[in-house]
Structure formats: C-alpha cells, structure tokens
C-alpha cells in the first residue's frame, strides 16, 4: 500500500481559504484514484472530492461544488485541494485516500490506504 501524508491545514477566518496537500510515499499513486474525505466530531466520515489518474475526472461533493477543486501532480506524487469561500461548517479533519479503481468513486469502501488526516477549522 502507498502511505499518505496531509499537510496544510489551519484555522482560517469564514470566506477564506486554504489548499490542502497529499504526499505519497512508499510507491507512486500515478496509477491511483485520490480523494479527500472529512470527519467532523460527532459525524460520520463523509466524502468530499476525488480525481482520477490523469487529473481529467473528478468529483465532488454537493456541499463544495464551485468552491473547492482537487487536482494531481503525478511528477511530484502529491495530489491538492484548493478550498476557497470556506465556511464554519467545513471544519473537520481532512483526510486523503487511495482507491485502485479506474474512476473517481464516492465510497469509502473503495479506498484501501489512507493518511492521518489534517485539521481545518473556520472561524465565523
């Protein structure tokens, strides 16, 4: 399995934004689906973005469509998310996955390697 690491987290102030950072190591996820989950205290893991091995699909969650966007950098195997207009109820942590499927999938099932998770918490 790959290893993954999340970076860039923070507290930020309703309307801000920040851009969060997946790292792999251990072996490439060139081939890999990447996607982002959140966990907010209390909820359940819900899912928030993926993209497909070449950055050409993606998929989104409802809650975020239009102001987050996930993208890959496969030469530096680490894949983004840009979160902008964030508001109070995006805090949670956010974590990263790795799914061998060949298309961007929802399910958390799907995804068999996962990091530690990154804090994001807005202030409103």
């Known amino acids: 399995q790959v290893q993954l690491v999340e970076s860039g987290g923070g507290l930020v102030q309703a309307g801000g934004s920040l851009r969060l950072s997946c790292a792999a190591s251990?072996?490439?996820?060139?081939?890999?689906?990447v996607g982002w989950f959140r966990q907010a205290p209390g909820k359940e893991r819900e899912f928030v973005a993926a993209?497909?091995?070449?950055?050409?699909?993606?998929r989104y969650a409802d809650s975020v469509k239009g102001r987050f966007t996930i993208s890959r950098d496969n030469a530096k195997n680490t894949v983004y998310l840009q979160m902008n207009s964030l508001k109070p109820e995006d805090t949670a942590i956010h974590y990263c996955?790795?799914?061998?499927?060949?298309?961007?999938?929802?399910?958390?099932?799907?995804?068999?390697?996962w990091g530690q998770g990154t804090q994001v918490t807005v202030s409103s």
């Open positions: 996955a790795a799914s061998t499927l060949p298309y961007p999938t929802m399910r958390i099932e799907d995804f068999a390697s």
């Open positions: 251990g072996r490439t996820f060139r081939n890999n689906i």
């Open positions: 993209i497909d091995w070449s950055g050409g699909r993606t």
